[in-house]
């Protein structure tokens, strides 16, 4: 197999910079179920929700990346029924599912919040589960850590510099208070999930 | 640091109708020594549950709780009142019962008889233990029952400190919706606590409340998770048995 072979530097490239998570999503995306540009940007569109910018040209841009490195191949179809132009439909390569694997198991930036996270869980397969409960318990554990860092208030203070850093502490300390809700009930739900339908 | 407190393998479910609630499960944490220890969780996610067991007036189903070298799910209840007595002090605002007709001072002295003062000596450790929380001289001569519900919770912390216990455990104490009065408490909480050395383990609904805490510990998933890492080593109970379904629980 080619891809597990060579090139592991190239093979991370695709996993820096601000698009990684949308990477990330298109290789689930494509792994799932093979499909063109429109497609798939819609998909991603539907499984992320509106709180991000999906933007098609910024798919068909992605998806080129990921075949550049390898992670995917376009191939040419035949119109379907009713359609007159052939499409350029993406289909998973054998190095796909080792990359996602990869992309999981990647630690994430230590920003309060954590949209990768949100993305891996967005095309997250079966086999993930694990590596997602240990992610999202670890992302909890880190938010707590940062509210730890913050400097406490110190009593009552009347001047403006204390109250625009009490703002500040409480503009932290509710994205930490969000995350870690967030975290903690992503983990409740899969758990409850396993203990309703237990694997046969 | 030396642990004060260190809880093990809890587990604790209450009955609901046929079944049972699973609040706990397998989850540990610690408190140190002089330690001040938030811990953060929603409505309804067992804070006062872990609280009453911390300081031993409420049993687990299973795991253990030490405090200073006692395991306090199997000590006696004599042995156990006399640490809520001494070492453990518990408060929970939702507690207070003064007598009717005595003053703020009279009920914090009457709660100091125990230890061995004479009338004279309970009133004016009361006094300075009122002082030391905010409450002035006219406050700690009115009626207990007519108190804000913010001096009481500023009085019934008076309570746990004048005891000089080794851990306080408060649940919840701030019933205020001002920002500015929270904060001051527990600024308040925080600054005695450390004069004095005590241990704190607080819980809160409210992250904010806990700032410059020394160790945040969340409850989620029925796991205790803690800034400290080390506090919850045991692994995720539901991971050995995710299998396919898991898949239709993500997507």
Known sequence: MAGSRAKPQQQREWMRGGSASMRGVLLGLVLERPGHGGDLANRMLMRLGETWRVDTNDAYRLLEQLEGEGLIQSRLEPPKSGGRRAMIVYHPTPTTSQALTMWMETLLPREPVRLGLHAKLAVARAEDAQRLLLALRDYEQKCLALAKLVTPNGGPQASWQALFMDCTREAVYTQLRAEIDWAAAARQRIAEHARRYPPR | ?251
């Open chain 2, 1 to 251: 640091m030396r642990q004060l407190l260190q809880i093990s393998d809890l587990g604790k479910a209450y009955p609901d109708g046929d079944g049972r609630i699973s609040l706990f499960e397998h989850a540990a944490m610690e408190v140190a020594e002089g330690s001040h220890v938030g811990v953060y969780g929603r409505r309804h996610s067992g804070k006062s549950t872990l609280l009453r067991i911390a300081a031993g007036i409420e049993r687990p189903d299973g795991g253990s709780v030490r405090f200073e070298g006692v395991e306090l799910t199997t000590a006696s209840p004599a042995r156990l009142a006399l640490l809520l007595r001494s070492r453990i002090a518990y408060v929970s605002v939702a507690d207070w019962r003064p007598n009717s007709g005595e003053s703020v001072a009279q009920h914090l002295a009457l709660s100091l008889g125990g230890a061995g003062l004479t009338v004279g000596q309970a009133e004016r450790r009361a006094l300075r233990e009122l002082d030391a929380v905010g409450v002035g001289g006219s406050e700690a001569n009115s009626a207990a029952c007519r108190l804000s519900l913010m001096d009481r919770t500023r009085v019934m912390l008076a309570r746990a400190f004048a005891h000089t216990p080794r851990l306080v455990v408060v649940d919840d104490p701030v019933l205020t919706s001002s920002l500015n009065e929270r904060d001051h408490v527990y600024a308040v909480l925080r600054e005695l606590a450390r004069e004095r050395g005590i241990a704190l383990l607080v819980a809160s609904e409210d992250l904010t409340a806990l700032q410059g805490f020394d160790v945040f510990v969340s409850i989620s998933s029925r796991e205790l998770c803690s800034s400290e890492g080390n506090a919850t080593v045991v692994p995720f109970p539901a991971i050995a048995r995710l299998g396919g379904s898991a898949r239709d629980a993500l997507s």
